[in-house]
């Protein structure tokens, strides 16, 4: 028996498949490998690329980055791997809108009939003249920008229904996509719309990035807001592109005098058409090379909100210093306990940095254009 075992074994074993060999590619296989995919993550990557560039600052680097990347970006297109591209970012939630800083997409809202019918007609301050009856008005009436002393003094903020809600809306950089949330934790939302409108890496120094002041035309036209909560200004300091193309250097006195034109064309966009405006000034930051800049554009906030009679200032700058008059990410609530208001990055701030802000906001809307009772969940 052990004879016959044995024969069988051997012949088993030899009919046993050979393991296999691992292919081995050549230096040239590996190299080709490596360009194929280098080059196919560029033609997908490229609009996104391209959408970075277009936010950097003004200079030889982002023109030779844009020189770079348009011919991709063509090619991606012709190849259809851009739109590719786009459902991946809208997967993540992330809008990959045509214009460089994206589209403004308001959500569906029903306004009420009369505030339908006012939309088509884009209302003049209150207590202005009926446009339709003045005769050869001048060129700054025909722009829908009266003298501030002409204008009307604001009304109040209407008083609110559960069937015609208050409409809010916070627009501006990241920081406002904080201080949205916060506004809408403190309104009583049975008879309060709240629309967190803020884009990241957004302000008034890039419209060709993103154009806030068509962004606010947008707004009203499509929400009729009653109360606007504006804070921008954290990315803003770079140069502007002028309408022939070229680069305005940032602090140069045609800067400022550009940047001022914009905050105004910024709030007359709302306040023409009798729309509130809360204008939050940039908090003090933990980066001492900034504090110059954003001092001098609060400063340009505070004086076009002030001069427009539906506009007010809140200056978030000074509530949020140390006691030696330098940044600190700790304040003392009203039980006097020392809290964390600020994020670990020295700009942004905590949840309960916001809830802080948002309060200080909206009693600055109660003491300049009085906040109907009911809307708000504290005393303000």
Known sequence: ????????????????????????????????????????????????LQRSAEAGPVGTRRSA?????????????????????????????????????????????????????????QAAPRGAPDPSETTEPTTREAE??????????????????????????????????GLGPAIERWMNPSVVRVLSLGRPSTGLSREDYFNWQAGMRQIVEEFRPDLVFVLLGSNDAQA?????????????VRWLEGYRERAANLLGEATRAGTHVVWVGIPIVEERQRWDFYRRVNDIYRDTASSDPFGTYVDSWTPFEGRDGGYTAFVRNDRGDLVEVRAPDGVHFTQTGYSF????????????????????????
């Open 144 to 177: 829908g920008d009266a003298p501030a002393e002409e204008r009307a003094a604001p009304a109040a903020l209407r008083a609110t229904t559960h069937s015609n809600k208050l409409r809010v809306a916070v627009i501006g950089d990241s920081l406002s996509q």
């Open 240 to 252: 502007q592109i002028s309408r022939d193309g070229t680069a305005i250097p940032v602090g140069s």
């Open 1 to 48: 028996m052990q004879t016959m075992e044995r024969p069988i074994a051997v012949l088993e074993q030899a009919r046993a498949p050979e393991p296999p060999h691992p292919r081995r590619a050549s230096a040239l296989n590996v190299f080709v490998t490596i360009v194929v995919c280098l080059c196919s993550w560029a033609l997908l990557a490229a609009p996104l």
């Open 357 to 380: 802000l948002a309060r200080m906001a909206i009693r600055a809307a109660d003491q300049a254009f009085g906040v109907p009772e009911k809307t708000v969940s504290f005393r303000v």
């Open 65 to 121: 980055a844009l020189a770079l990347l348009r011919p991709l970006v063509a090619i991606s297109d012709g190849l259809l791997l851009s739109g590719a591209t786009s459902s991946v970012e809208r997967a993540l939630g992330r809008d990959p809108g045509g214009a460089p800083g994206g589209e403004l997409i308001l959500p569906a809202f029903e306004l009420p009939p009369d505030e339908i019918e006012s939309k088509a007609t």
